[in-house]
C-alpha cells in the first residue's frame, strides 16, 4: 500500500538541490518582508516619529563609512538602498536559485521515474497483463508522473516558502505588538487546521474518482483496440451509452461531492479569514491611538498581517490542487510496488560485453511436471516427456487440454507447482532467464508487430543480423515473395499491430523474426490455426523447411499441421494420454484418431 512518504521519496535522488531551492526560496518570501517594514521606517522618518534601533545603527554605520551628516537625507538613502537591494538586486538571484532548481528537479525525476515504470511493465508477470488492459496501465503511469512533475515546483517553490513568510509575519508583529502577534497566530492556525481538515475527507471521495477515471479510460482503450469488432457488430450506441453512463457517474462525484467540497470549504475559510483582517485592524488601530506604537508600525503591522492572511488563499489553493493530485500519485506507487514476476529478466546493464548464451542441443525432459494458475485446480497433471535434440513434437489435443501452458512453463513465464523441465539435463530454474530465453523463440496464432518498417520488426530479436541473413531468413519463411510486392521492400511501414499485413504475412514475419535468433527450440503455436487454406500451405511449406534443423515444437488443432512430426503427444484434460507417430497413432482407437475422423469429415474441433 503506498503511502505519503512514498511521494517524498519520488524526489529523494535530488535531496540536496531540495533542500537547497526550498530554503532559498523560503529564505527570499521572509526577505520579502523588509519591503513593508522599510516602508514603515520611511514613514515614521517623514512624519518624524522615532525609527527602530537596529535602522539607528545601520544609519549610523553608513555614516561612519561616508563621513555624511546622520540627517532625514541619508536615513531615506539608506532605507530605499535597502528596499533596491530586496527588489532589484534579488529578483535574478532569485530566479536562478529558486525556480531552476525547483523544475530541474520535478523534470529529472520525472525521467528517473518514467524509466522506473517502463522498467516496472518489463518485470511484472504475465497474470497481471491478464487482469490490467494496456488503458488501464498507461493511463495510471502517465497520470501520476504528470500529477507529481507538477506538484514539486508548486509545493516545494510555493506552498513551503509561503509558509515560512506566515512564520517570518508572526514573528514581525509578535515583537511590535505581543497580543496582536497571539491574536493571528491562534486564528491561522484555527484558518489552516479547518481548512486541512476538509481536504482530507475531500481526498477520500478524489480517490474514489481515481478508481472511476480508471475504469473509463481502460474501456477506451478496448474500444481503440477493438474498434473493428465494435464495427462490425454494430454496437456503437451501446458503448456510447456505457461511457456516457460511466461519464455522468463522475461528473456526479466530482460536481456534486467534490467541487462542492471544496466551495463550502472555501466560503468558510475566506469568511474567518477577513473577519481576522478586521479584528487585527481594530487592535491595531486602538494600540496605536494609545500610543503603544507608532504610525510607522501601525501601517507595517496591518500590511504584513494583510499580506499573511492573502497568503491563507493560494495555501489553501495548492492544498486543494495536492489533494487532488494525491490519488492519482498514489496510485503510480501502488503500480511501481507491484512485485515482480519470477519470470523477470534482469535489467541492469553489463559492465561489459554480453557473451553469446551457450548453445544447447535442444534436449528437453519435462520430469513430473504438475501446474495449475490456481494451485487447487491444475491445468498440467504429472507430465512426464522426453524430446530429443533436432527432433519434431507435436502437442495436440482439445482446446484447454493444456497445450499451450506447457508452453508458458517451458519459457518460464510460470514455473511447475511440481516437478522440472531440464534442457540438456539442468534445471531450466537454474539458468540464468534471459540467457536462457535467447536460445528459445516461439511464432503464436497472433504474431505481436510493432509499428516501424518492416526490416525493424525482422531484426528484433537480433539487431545486429545481417541483411544477407535477413534475406536467408525471408526465403526460408517465404516471405521473400510478400516483400517483392511491398512498396518499399523491407522499409515499408507495417503500421500499428501490423495493421498493413494479412494475417498470414504476419505469420510469416513471426517464422523469419525467430529464424534470424538462431534458436535451439523453435515452438510453433497455432501457427497456422486462423489462416484461410493458401496461407497455410505457404506456411506449411516454410515450417518442413525448418523440421530437422533444430528442436521443434509444434501445437496445432488442424492435424494436416502435424502429420510429418517425429512425435505426436495427445493431451486431454492436462494429462498425456497418448504419445507416436501419425500412423501409430491412427492405428490406435484413441483420441487421436477420433480427432483426424472428425477434421477428415469437415466437423469442427471443440
Same mark, same amino acid.
Given at each position: ?26 529564505? #527570499? ?43 532625514? /537625507?541619508? &536615513? ?51 497474470? /497481471? ?34 509558509? #515560512? ?58 474500444? @481503440? ?62 494600540? !496605536? ?8 508600525? #501601525? ?52 559492465? &561489459? ?39 519434431? =513434437? ?12 506447457? =508452453?508458458?512453463?517451458? #519459457? ?42 518492416? *526490416? ?13 541473413? @535477413? ?44 529464424? *534470424? ?10 501457427? !497456422? &490455426? ?29 492435424? &494436416? ?15 498425456? @494420454? ?29
Amino acid at each position: 500500500m503506498a503511502k505519503f512518504r512514498d511521494i517524498l521519496n519520488y524526489y529523494r535522488p535530488y535531496r540536496s538541490f531540495a533542500i537547497f531551492s526550498i530554503a532559498a526560496a523560503s529564505f #527570499f518570501e521572509i526577505v520579502d518582508l523588509l519591503v513593508p517594514y522599510t516602508i514603515g521606517q520611511i514613514l515614521n522618518v517623514l512624519s518624524g516619529q522615532p525609527i527602530d534601533k537596529v535602522v539607528q545603527g545601520a544609519i549610523a554605520l553608513v555614516a561612519n563609512l561616508t563621513d555624511l551628516p546622520q540627517n532625514q /537625507f541619508l &536615513s531615506l538613502a539608506v532605507l530605499v538602498g535597502l528596499v533596491f537591494l530586496v527588489t532589484v538586486v534579488r529578483a535574478p538571484i532569485e530566479i536562478w536559485s529558486t525556480w531552476w532548481f525547483h523544475w530541474s528537479i520535478a523534470l529529472r525525476s520525472r525521467r528517473d521515474q518514467a524509466q522506473n515504470a517502463i522498467a516496472k511493465i518489463l518485470t511484472l508477470p504475465l497474470e /497481471f497483463y491478464d487482469e490490467n488492459n494496456p488503458g488501464r496501465i498507461a493511463g495510471r503511469v502517465a497520470r501520476g508522473l504528470e500529477n507529481h512533475t507538477w506538484t514539486y515546483p508548486e509545493i516545494a517553490g510555493q506552498l513551503i516558502p509561503k509558509l #515560512f513568510r506566515v512564520m517570518g509575519i508572526f514573528v514581525i508583529i509578535l515583537v511590535i505588538e505581543w497580543r496582536i502577534g497571539l491574536l493571528f497566530l491562534v486564528s491561522f492556525l484555527f484558518i489552516l487546521g479547518f481548512s486541512l481538515k476538509g481536504l482530507k475527507q475531500i481526498m477520500d471521495q478524489e480517490r474514489r474518482l481515481d478508481k472511476y477515471m480508471e475504469n473509463t479510460q481502460s474501456r477506451t482503450s478496448e474500444i @481503440v483496440t477493438n474498434i473493428k469488432t465494435v464495427k462490425a457488430f454494430a454496437t456503437e450506441i451501446s458503448e456510447l451509452a456505457r461511457q456516457k453512463q460511466r461519464l455522468e457517474r463522475e461528473f456526479k462525484i466530482v460536481i456534486y461531492r467534490i467541487h462542492l467540497g471544496y466551495i463550502k470549504l472555501g466560503t468558510w475559510a475566506r469568511t474567518i479569514t477577513q473577519f481576522c483582517v478586521f479584528a487585527i485592524l481594530g487592535m491595531t488601530l486602538a494600540a !496605536t491611538l494609545k500610543g503603544e506604537i507608532t504610525l510607522g508600525h #501601525f501601517v507595517m503591522t496591518l500590511t504584513v498581517s494583510s499580506m499573511a492572511y492573502a497568503e491563507l488563499e493560494p495555501i489553501n489553493n495548492l492544498a486543494e490542487i495536492f489533494a487532488r493530485r494525491y490519488a492519482s500519485m498514489l496510485s503510480f506507487h501502488e503500480f511501481i510496488q507491484q512485485p515482480d514476476g519470477i519470470d523477470a529478466a534482469s535489467l541492469v546493464m553489463p559492465s &561489459s560485453p554480453v557473451a553469446t548464451p551457450n548453445r544447447f542441443t535442444g534436449k528437453l525432459k519435462f520430469s513430473n511436471v504438475t501446474f495449475g494458475y490456481d494451485s487447487k485446480r491444475p491445468v498440467l497433471r504429472n507430465i512426464n516427456l522426453l524430446i530429443e535434440p533436432y527432433q519434431t =513434437v507435436a502437442l495436440v489435443g482439445r482446446s484447454g487440454s493444456g497445450k499451450s501452458t506447457l =508452453v508458458k512453463l517451458l #519459457f518460464r513465464y510460470f514455473e511447475p507447482n511440481q516437478g522440472q523441465i531440464l534442457i540438456d539435463g539442468e534445471d531450466i530454474r537454474r539458468l540464468d532467464v534471459a540467457n536462457y530465453r535467447r536460445r528459445l523463440a516461439i511464432v503464436h496464432q497472433e504474431v505481436d508487430v510493432f509499428n516501424g518498417t518492416l *526490416l525493424d520488426n525482422l531484426t528484433y530479436g537480433n539487431p545486429a543480423a545481417s541483411f544477407e541473413q @535477413v534475406q536467408e531468413a525471408c526465403r526460408i519463411a517465404r516471405l521473400d515473395e510478400v516483400i517483392e510486392q511491398l512498396p518499399e521492400g523491407y522499409y515499408t511501414i507495417v503500421g500499428e499491430r501490423g495493421v498493413r499485413l494479412s494475417g498470414g504475412q504476419r505469420q510469416r514475419l513471426g517464422i523469419a523474426r525467430s529464424l *534470424l535468433v538462431d534458436p535451439d527450440v523453435l515452438i510453433f503455436d497455432e501457427a !497456422t &490455426s486462423s489462416l484461410d487454406y493458401e496461407s497455410e500451405r505457404s506456411i506449411q511449406l516454410a515450417m518442413r523447411s525448418i523440421l530437422g534443423t533444430r528442436t521443434t515444437i509444434i501445437i496445432a488443432h488442424r492435424l &494436416s499441421t502435424v502429420r510429418e512430426a517425429d512425435k505426436i503427444v495427445v493431451l486431454d484434460r492436462g494429462e498425456i @494420454v497418448e504419445v507416436g507417430s501419425h500412423a501409430e497413432l491412427l492405428r490406435r482407437e484413441g483420441i487421436y484418431r477420433r480427432l483426424h475422423s472428425l477434421q477428415e469429415t469437415g466437423e469442427l474441433l471443440n
